[in-house]
């Protein structure tokens, strides 16, 4: 070899050896030593950005006899008339028409909660995005799962406004949603204590009202979804990226370099009963619908901010979230 080309590999030979730590130090890092910290292996678990619920009720403070924020965090990261509503809806619009650009509110936004009627209310809310308004909507995992003619008589668990409307709404329900025309999803969580349910009489129109569901939503959406092709990134779309742009939460609803380390990890292929034996973290966990369904999806972990605050059925001792004042 000429000694030109000599001169020019010593010359090399520092980034040759830094080339060959990095490949080095990759190599062990696969073997889970890594340089920052251990490695949790959750095996062939699914790893998520962590859910965010637009919109539930914790009552705190307040009635916090109800669920307040000790319980109703737990449970949340251990595991939301047609004429009215439309009527309601159409009012709204009226409005939403200023958000279009150029119009007197642009930059406003409106988002319409808890969506159940898929027929004409459905019908304006697309007609309104066609327009151009700033208008997104949600609707909750119990008008996805039940109808109106599977709910026992009087059982007031199911209680909730708007209620929960026949087996062909919800169909149609579910189609909007997989069409994208319903933008995400929240529990609207609704706890109270059971006297209120009037669970003796059985009074739909005297009973409190609102579906209690927070710790339950991810595998109940799963699990009800599946039948209409739900994958897990249209799980993620629903439940975390568009939850933290409606919120305007930018480090928030994805995996990223940069982005708060909230994480969810869960088996979708794990069967449970919710019943008795099952951990329910909620205060009242007897008012819930839900008690009583077979689903599949167990939480195994979850992670805010980086800290581990769920793991296998335990909760970390301190809670670590914080307020956000939007
Ligand atoms: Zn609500």
Redesign the pocket.
Known sequence: MESGTWRLLISMMPLILYLLFILYSNHTSQKGQMKNGPVIDYGEAVVMPGLIDV???LDDPGRTEWEGFPSGTKAAVAG?SIRREEAAIRELLTVSKDTRIGGPAEGAHLHI??LSDSRSSLELIKEAKGNGDSITVETCPHYLAFSAEEIPEGDTRFKCAPPIRDAPNKEKLWEALMDGHIDML?S???PSVPKLKLFAEGDFLKAWG?ISSLQFVLPVTWSYGLKYGVTLERLVSWWSEKPAKLAGQDMKGAIAIGKDADIVVWEPEEEFNLDENHHVHLKHPSISAYMGSRLAGKVLATFVNGNLVFDDGKHAPDACGTTILA
């Open positions: 919109h539930a009720h939301t909660v808890h929240s609207d969580h609704s609102g």
